[in-house]
């Protein structure tokens, strides 16, 4: 089972690395949009820092969702997906496996940019580490509740318009804690580890919903 | 062998068999399998899609299959030659012809050994000879103890007990 759980992530991460494959294309919108930010505000590098961590996590949210209207989609359309039901994992691993490859494909980058372009954003030592831990724990949690999008666009012809519909209502809790975590490190009045426990409460349950969810929603569709 | 003709419900029957979709009525019961394991894991289902990543190599979309399906049959450059495809494993599969892509789905069914074959249409595209080497593959299947079930539109000489399902039009 084990295997067959690695051997689907490195197809997927395969397949996202090839051309067409669109790995490049999360972070490329991430830096379109945090680039765009400052000439949009004005050189007001207060302004700048404050809401940098807020427009940091926007970015990185909605470029985690870019890349997931495919994701199931493609292996519907091909047959891959009925085939897999005869593979050695339950439909749920399928999901999570797949989950897996497309951060790291695509929620990985986002974290290792994100330091980057929290300097464009005038952003302190301080706020940044504590950026990019919320984005290491908070973008798998986007990631796996964006499965669920993803299961039932697979399932429905051009059903990218629910992904956002779906997806973004359930990442809410993620953004509100990530980004007050982040303010907490550098303002308070809260100590950063209270909001980041909530984060990573929320990631544990999205990833454990995440899966589960997108297999009912890949059943139901194809029943 | 299930045959009818378009829109009698061969697909749908199939689809109910491997479980992929649930039936509105009657149930499915398949006598003779490992009780232990989920039925899905011991069938091949080989749909009307192919199942193939253009981006993958064929050698590389017939490992992943070899690997996520478990039990493992005949190796992959063997079930490659089986299909007659050898030597064209390092090809990306998107350069496939129609019959060529055919025959690489067709080799997903020997490089993991189960013992129920579920094919939908599975002679689509290829041509005669193809033909003829998949009917001795499946009548080889057989001789070993394993069970198809075909449906088609196409003669497929699967021997002498081959059983034939005709299910009617929709009226």
Redesign the interface.
């Given at each position: 089972m084990m295997?067959?759980f690695l051997?689907?992530v490195r197809?997927d991460l395969?397949?996202a690395m090839?051309?067409?494959?669109g790995a490049g294309l999360g972070v490329v919108f991430f830096l379109s949009v945090v680039a765009v930010v400052p000439f949009a505000v004005g050189p007001d590098l207060v302004l700048l820092a404050r809401i940098g961590p807020a427009i940091l996590w926007i970015g990185a949210m909605l470029a985690s969702l870019i890349g997931l209207e495919r994701l199931f989609a493609a292996d519907v359309?091909?047959?891959?997906l009925?085939?897999?039901?005869?593979?050695?994992?339950p439909l749920e691993l399928v999901a999570a496996a797949k989950g897996l490859a497309y951060w790291i494909a695509t929620g990985l980058p986002l974290v290792v940019a994100a330091p980057f372009l929290a300097l464009m954003l005038n952003l302190d030592p301080a706020a940044i580490g504590a950026l990019v831990a919320t984005l290491l724990v908070g973008t798998p949690a986007v990631t796996a509740l964006g499965l669920i999008g993803a299961a039932f666009a697979g399932a429905f012809r051009r059903g990218g318009l629910l992904i956002a519909v779906l997806v973004l209502p359930l990442a809410i809790p993620v953004l509100i804690f990530a980004v007050s975590a982040t303010g907490a490190a550098v303002t308070g009045p809260v100590p950063f580890g209270t909001p980041f426990r909530v984060l990573i409460g929320l990631a544990l349950f999205a990833l454990v919903l995440g899966p589960v969810a997108a297999a009912a929603a890949l059943r139901a569709a194809?029943? | 062998m299930v045959t009818g003709p378009n829109g009698a419900g061969k697909s749908s029957l199939l689809r109910i068999v491997a479980g992929l979709i649930t039936a509105t009525s009657g149930r499915v019961q398949l006598a003779g399998l490992d009780p232990d394991t989920r039925p899905a894991e011991q069938m091949h289902y080989l749909g009307h899609e192919d199942a193939l990543k253009g981006a993958l190599s064929v050698a590389e979309n017939l490992t992943f299959w070899r690997t996520v399906l478990g039990t493992p049959g005949l190796a992959v450059a063997e079930a490659l030659d089986e299909v007659g495809l050898g030597g064209l494993g390092r090809l990306p599969a998107a350069v496939l012809s129609a019959g060529q892509r055919r025959r690489l789905a067709i080799a997903r069914l020997l490089v993991s050994r189960r013992p129920v074959w579920l094919l939908d249409e599975p002679t689509t595209a290829l041509d005669a000879s193809a033909q003829a080497r998949f009917a001795a593959l499946g009548r080889a299947h057989l001789e070993t103890g394993g069970l198809i079930l075909a449906a088609t539109h196409a003669p497929l000489d699967f021997g002498a007990k081959a059983r034939e399902l005709r299910l009617g039009a929709t009226a």
């Open positions: 295997a067959a051997a689907l197809r395969a397949l090839r051309a067409g494959g359309e091909d047959g891959s009925d085939a897999l039901t005869g593979a050695l994992l194809r029943g | -």
